[in-house]
Structure formats: structure tokens, C-alpha cells
């Protein structure tokens, strides 16, 4: 069975930062390329960033190029999410999908308030 | 970006209905897309890949058809547990986007 667990989140101060990860299980992890995405309270979905099977190619949504960093370590099977200079409209709660589409976690809740 | 819209955003039909919803892509994206499932105050759960294929363990009342810009979500016969929001999302170029969201209720 497919397990995606994500952790990390929590509240966090304008300007600050976290590190989300998250742990794979039930598949092999090096054949699929992951990505994190995002949803506000009472909004809809918005995709946040990837990665590929390597970590040789990332791509970021133009709302955190610049501040967030995917990784991804293929011994541990697990995807990470470095997140910098965190903003209140950041707040959201972050999911980790399998592949390009694949969702399928709780999500991990991010809250950015003074 | 490529954007996606779907029809309706909102639904009621009975159980046992047929229903469809349309998700459209601003452009060509062949068959990069997929359906996602949220049902009220839960995470969101993809149910279909490459426009048609089921993700494992999604019962078969669920198909999906399309290629190019447009695309379907069917459910044969509707079931109180398959009341939710239903997202198309792009996944042919960077940034993905997704569609903003059908929603299903049961009357």
C-alpha cells in the first residue's frame, strides 16, 4: 500500500522558516519523480514545486521561487520541502504526492502569523 | 501557464445517477492530466492519472476520457460516499496548475 506521511509544519513567524518532509512507503521511490502541493484555508489546490528522480531537475511555483528548496534523499525514501522567508499568505496545509499527481497524504499544516 | 476550467462547479444529483464533470485546458496537454478527490475536511486523494487510469485501490465507478484540451470525469452510479470536490490538475508543463474545483453533493 502507498503511504505518504508528511510532518514539519507547525506556526511559524513571519520571515521564519521550516522544513518539511516527508516519508515514502509501498513503492519504489527511484522510479518517481515527487512534488509538493499546497492548500490555504478554504482555497482551492496550488502546486508548490518539484522534483525528479535524481534530483537533477527542480521546478518552483513563481509564489516561492527563491525562498523554498525541494530535496530528496533516495536512501531514506523521503521528500523534503526547505522553506524560507516564510510569508502569511504561505499558510496552508502542504501535501506530498507520488509522481506528478499522485496525492495521496494528511498534509502537514503550516501557519504563518506573528 | 496553462489554465484549467471545469463545468459545472457545483452539482447535486441522486444515488445511482451518472455524472460527469468537464474539466478543459487552456492548451494542448495531451493526456498529462489527472482527477483528484477532497472529501469534506479531508486530504485530497488522487483517483485517476494520464487522463484515464485508475490510481490502485479506486473502485471502477470512476473513469476518466480525454486528450488534447478536453477532458471527463465519470461516475456511473453516485454513492453517498462520493460526495466531495473533484480537481482536474495539468501536469504537461511547469507551473502545473489545477482546475478550481466541482462540487458533488447528493440530493
Known amino acids: 500500500e502507498v503511504q505518504l506521511v508528511e510532518s514539519g509544519g507547525g506556526l511559524v513567524q513571519p520571515g521564519g522558516s521550516l522544513r518539511l518532509s516527508c516519508v515514502a512507503s509501498?513503492?519504489?521511490?527511484?522510479?518517481?519523480?515527487m512534488t509538493w502541493v499546497r492548500q490555504a484555508p478554504g482555497k482551492g489546490l496550488e502546486w508548490v514545486s518539484y522534483i525528479d528522480f535524481t534530483a537533477s531537475a527542480m521546478y518552483y511555483a513563481d509564489s516561492v521561487q527563491g525562498r523554498f528548496t525541494i530535496s530528496r534523499d533516495n536512501v531514506k525514501n523521503s521528500v523534503y520541502l526547505q522553506m524560507n522567508s516564510l510569508r502569511v499568505e504561505d499558510t496552508a496545509v502542504y501535501y506530498c504526492?507520488?509522481?506528478?499527481?499522485?496525492?495521496g497524504g494528511q498534509g502537514t499544516l503550516v501557519t504563518v502569523s506573528s | 501557464d496553462i489554465q484549467m476550467t471545469q463545468s459545472p462547479s457545483s452539482l447535486s444529483a441522486f444515488v445511482g445517477d451518472r455524472v460527469t464533470i468537464t474539466c478543459r485546458a487552456s492548451?494542448?496537454?495531451?493526456?498529462?492530466l489527472g482527477w483528484i478527490q477532497q472529501k469534506p475536511g479531508k486530504a485530497p486523494k488522487s483517483l485517476i492519472y494520464?487522463?484515464?487510469n485508475l490510481q490502485s485501490g479506486v473502485p471502477s465507478k470512476f473513469s476518466g476520457s480525454g486528450s488534447g484540451t478536453d477532458f471527463t470525469l465519470t461516475i456511473s452510479s453516485l454513492q453517498p460516499e462520493d460526495s466531495a470536490t473533484y480537481y482536474c490538475?495539468?501536469?504537461?508543463?511547469?507551473?502545473?496548475?489545477f482546475g478550481p474545483g466541482t462540487k458533488v453533493d447528493i440530493k
Open positions: 504526492a507520488r509522481g506528478k499527481t499522485g496525492l
Open positions: 509501498g513503492f519504489t521511490f527511484t522510479d518517481f519523480e
Open positions: 494520464h487522463a484515464s
Open positions: 492548451q494542448d496537454i495531451s493526456n498529462n
Open positions: 490538475q495539468q501536469y504537461s508543463s511547469f507551473p502545473f496548475t
